[in-house]
């Protein structure tokens, strides 16, 4: 995962500044560049709440090239975008997949956010690497900047500390040996167990089980079994 840093260009109100503090430490997130911001005052600590370490440490410059000096990526988000091509620079990433294509990328990686009324103009998108949106309702767009910031670095978040673990092939084998024995304990008709076999494996390679789902089913089985079974005295 990237070192991440957001650059917020010219906001207007301070309590959007605190609230966007606030989350970024929910995220795990801390380092934060405020590009000609308004005054930072009793307002933004009220917001920030336990984020208010980001932004005592909060680095003021006058420049975008300032606020992303040292970075490598530097993506800009835009609630104004295109469908097609003629106007590639609002041609934007879904923050789902502009989260999946970071990832694995171990550099610096400047996000920056525009203006409450105006966003990032032309000329600023224009010196970003990709562009990042977050979908929304096409006849109302436009979302509050600290709800913006806050979608994106749950993206982030989300992708990095969630990515779920697969079931390995031979815990399948072994779930799939266990649901045989199942239907043994259970007397299901042996004629239909072959096929009930092949739909629950094919059942399985639709769900694609993680090894938490699979301890689960294997508890359950397991558990069936030795009921069915009398090696468990039923409650």
């Known amino acids: ?35 000609n911001p308004c005054s930072i005052g009793i307002e933004s600590y009220r917001r ?11 680095k003021v410059v006058g ?15 835009s609630g104004v975008t295109t469908v ?30 525009g203006r409450e009324d105006v966003g990032l103009v032309q000329q600023e998108l ?14 109302y767009p436009i979302l509050n900047l600290s709800h913006a910031a806050t979608i ?3 993206e982030l978040f989300d992708g990095e500390l969630h990515e779920p673990v697969p079931a390995s092939t031979e815990d399948k084998e ?4 266990m649901f045989e024995q199942l239907m043994e304990a259970g007397d299901y008709p042996e004629q239909r167990r072959k096929d009930t076999t ?19 089913l294997m508890g359950v089985f397991n558990d069936a079994v030795k009921t069915i079974n009398g090696k468990r005295r039923p409650l």
């Open 1 to 35: 995962m990237p070192h991440i840093r957001i650059v917020l260009v010219g906001p207007k109100y301070e309590g959007n500044i605190g609230a966007i503090c606030r989350s970024m430490t929910n995220f795990g997130l801390d380092d934060l560049v405020l590009v």
């Open 48 to 58: 920030a709440k336990h984020g208010s370490d980001i932004l005592d440490n909060a």
């Open 63 to 77: 420049t975008i090239r300032e606020a992303i000096e040292g970075c490598t990526i530097v993506a800009g988000t």
């Open 84 to 113: 097609g091509d003629k106007n590639f620079n609002r041609v934007p990433l879904p923050a789902r997949e502009f989260a999946s294509k970071i990832r694995d990328f171990d550099g610096n990686v400047a996000i920056l956010f």
């Open 126 to 139: 224009e010196n970003c690497d990709m562009l990042v949106s977050v979908p929304t309702n096409s006849e």
């Open 152 to 154: 994106v670095m749950y």
């Open 174 to 177: 072994r779930m799939f040996d």
């Open 198 to 216: 092949v739909m629950f494996r094919r059942l399985m390679g639709r769900a694609v089980m993680t090894i938490n789902e699979f301890r689960v």
